[in-house]
């Protein structure tokens, strides 16, 4: 458990995309998680009717961890969220 929580001080979770970028292993999880909403065609840009209410999206950070407590990988991904008016 003590591996665990000296694994999360020192992996410093990014708050938002330009804190990710700034890590290599944060921008790696990024570009992977890119690459497969791509390749899935997660979807479409298209122009928004006047009526429409628009999906916004928020980066999610975590640390996946092996049961010994070492970092297996660094992940983040892109959730869809509504915006209000």
Known sequence: MKALVSSLE???IPRNIEEA???TGWKRAVEKDM????KNGTWEVV??????V???CKWVFTVKYK????IERHKACLVA?????
């Open 47 to 52: 122009k928004k009717p006047r009526d429409a």
């Open 35 to 38: 690459q497969a909403l791509e």
């Open 21 to 23: 970028f700034q890590r």
């Open 54 to 56: 628009p999906v916004g």
């Open 81 to 85: 969220h509504l915006l209000t008016a």
């Open 67 to 70: 049961s010994n407590g070492s």
């Open 10 to 12: 020192d992996t410093g």
